[in-house]
């Protein structure tokens, strides 16, 4: 994919998560229709903390919150790394994303990660139309 078309696909899944949030006040698709959050769940929160400079309170939110920021830089240069290495940062990104997120999920303290699928939007209305 041409640098320009992933830029413009970027661009349009921004939008429309801007327009989920502003317009229908979903803040995550994911977890408003599933009741279970998705894997980078917090990471908005995160960079909000970060913002305020608050490390602490970033890493709380979401111990990888550093690696958009990372993907960002390597994505101006993506032409220039070697298939071997990209096949291998985003191996190592999968992994570090599934690994914390079913280190949050399994651990019953985590308020951040949630698997309510009682609550999601899915449920409620296959609820509602059984109830009929």
Not at 69 to 85: E, T
Request: charged share 15%; proline share 4%.
């Amino acid at each position: 994919m041409e640098k320009r078309e992933t830029v413009k696909a970027i661009c349009i899944i921004a939008g429309f998560y801007l327009f989920l949030e502003l317009v229908l006040g979903v803040t995550c698709p994911i977890l408003y229709f599933t009741g279970i959050s998705c894997a980078g769940c917090g990471m908005s929160r995160a960079w909000m903390c970060l913002l305020h400079l608050d490390f602490a309170g970033a890493f709380y939110y979401h111990p990888l919150f550093w690696i958009p920021g990372v993907g960002a830089i390597l994505f101006l240069f993506w032409d220039r790394i070697p298939k071997k290495w990209k096949r291998a940062l985003l191996a190592v990104t999968c992994i570090l994303f599934l690994g914390v997120y079913l280190w949050r999920m399994l651990d019953v303290t985590d308020t951040i990660v949630v698997f309510q699928p009682e609550n999601g939007m899915l449920a409620k209305v296959f609820f509602h139309l059984i109830q009929k």
